[in-house]
C-alpha cells in the first residue's frame, strides 16, 4: 500500500505571495491532520480533517487554511507569506480519527 | 493540554539498550502516548502506542506505570541507524486529538556511537 504523498517536495516563494499544498492520504485513509515543523517551535499542529470537515485547528493565525475532498485528498493554504512560515510541513492520514497516524515525507517551504 | 518534559539529547553505543523517558504530570484520562522517530528532512515515523502498563511490537517497547505521568520508550540493541529525533506525544482519545489538539514534546535527540 502507498503511503502518505505530499507534493511539491520543495517549494520557493516570495513574502507576500501565496501556496498551496496538497496531500494524497493511504488508500482507505479519511482522516488528513497538518503541521508545521520549524527548528525553533518544532513540530505544531495546524490542522485535522476528517470526512471533509476540519475537526480540530491550532493555534495559528487565520492566513493557515485547509480543506479536504470527497476522496480524502487533503490541501492547504498559505496567503500572504512572512519569511517565518519557512518550514517543514508534513501532513499525517489515518483511518480515521483517534488511530494511528501516518506522516508524508513533507513539503519544505522557503519563504524569501 | 499535557505538559511534556523529554530528554533534549542522549549518546549511546550500538548494540546496547536505550531507555528514553517521557514526562507527563497532567495527562488526561482519554489521553494516549505515542512515540514517533525522526529523520532529518523526513515526515515522523510511528514507532509504538500505549496506554496503560507495557506494550510491546518488533521495534520498540513502551513502560507506562500505574500513575500514567510518565513512559519509557526502549529500543534494544540499537545501531547507528538509530540516531535519530524521538517524540513522546500524548493525545486526547489518542493520537488524533480532541478539542484541545496534539501536544508534542520537543524531541530527544538520540545518538548512536560505533
Known amino acids: 500500500k502507498a503511503g502518505v504523498t505530499q507534493t511539491p517536495r520543495y517549494l520557493i516563494k516570495t513574502r507576500g505571495q501565496q501556496v498551496t499544498l496538497s496531500c494524497s492520504p493511504i488508500s482507505g485513509h479519511r482522516s488528513v491532520s497538518w503541521y508545521q515543523q520549524t527548528p525553533g517551535q518544532g513540530l505544531q499542529f495546524l490542522f485535522e480533517?476528517?470526512?471533509?470537515?476540519?475537526?480540530n485547528k491550532g493555534n495559528f493565525p487565520g492566513r493557515f487554511s485547509g480543506r479536504q475532498f470527497s476522496n480524502s485528498r487533503s490541501e492547504m493554504n498559505v496567503s500572504t507569506l512572512e519569511l517565518g512560515d519557512s518550514a517543514l510541513y508534513l501532513c499525517?492520514?489515518?483511518?480515521?480519527?483517534?488511530?494511528?497516524?501516518?506522516f508524508g515525507p513533507g513539503t519544505r517551504l522557503t519563504v524569501l | 493540554l499535557a505538559k511534556i518534559t523529554q530528554p533534549i539529547s542522549m549518546d549511546s553505543y550500538e548494540g546496547q539498550e536505550v531507555n528514553i523517558t517521557c514526562s507527563h504530570n497532567n495527562i488526561a484520562t482519554n489521553d494516549y502516548i505515542t512515540w514517533y522517530q525522526q529523520f532529518p528532512s523526513q515526515g515522523p515515523r510511528f514507532i509504538i502506542q500505549g496506554y496503560k502498563t507495557k506494550v510491546t511490537n518488533e521495534v520498540a517497547s513502551l513502560f507506562i506505570p500505574a500513575d500514567r505521568k510518565s513512559s519509557t520508550l526502549s529500543l534494544p540493541r540499537v545501531s547507528l541507524s538509530d540516531t535519530a529525533v524521538y517524540y513522546c506525544l500524548v493525545g486526547d482519545t489518542g493520537f488524533g486529538g480532541g478539542a484541545d489538539g496534539l501536544t508534542f514534546g520537543k524531541g530527544t535527540h538520540l545518538i548512536i556511537q560505533p
Open positions: 499525517a492520514s489515518s483511518s480515521k480519527p483517534p488511530d494511528t497516524q501516518y
Open positions: 480533517y476528517f470526512s471533509e470537515t476540519q475537526r
